[in-house]
């Protein structure tokens, strides 16, 4: 093994943790740019049992490998229950998290304050490129939906993917 972890020295480790139901462009901006800060980029796709998504968490996962390749240090994986868990268990002292507007961020820092004081791992707040700030999973679904076009808002592959599930040409 070669690089910083057979030096002795520890990667530097961040979750980006999300529904990704589907990933857009904003979600895939905020992982790629986390991708050039840390080591390795964990991709945490939420299971949420009482919320019925429209892809399955491992249609999310393999869209999400599969958008994220290039970035060389992503990895993608489902978890339940507290994300400070998830960061406690693969050893990840930080968060991030894409922020649109200031209404984010009042939740978000909320979330934040929790989690550090659970368990001590930091989050760390980037904000959204303007192009993506009224980006939403929810509203992209919306408007696909009734058959307007998204296809500048999502990866082509998430796209078509989005595309044949809602059954449209």
Known sequence: MTGPESEG????????????????????????????????????????????????VEERIELIREVTADCGNVEVES???????????????????????????????QMAQMNIGLSGVETLFVPTNPTYSFLS????????????DVAHLLPPVVHRALIERLGRK
């Open 9 to 56: 020295l520890q990667l530097r480790r961040a979750v980006c943790p999300g529904s990704f139901d589907p990933i857009t462009n904003g979600h895939l901006d905020i992982i790629s740019r986390a991708s050039k800060l840390y080591d390795v980029v964990h991709v945490a796709v939420m299971i949420n049992q009482s919320k019925q998504g429209l892809f399955t």
């Open 79 to 109: 978890f339940h229950g507290l994300l400070v868990d998830f960061c406690k268990q693969r050893d990840i002292p930080a968060i991030v998290k894409g922020l649109r507007a200031v209404s984010d961020f009042d939740y978000e820092l």
């Open 137 to 148: 999973s929810s509203l992209v679904k919306e408007v696909a939906a009734w058959g307007g």
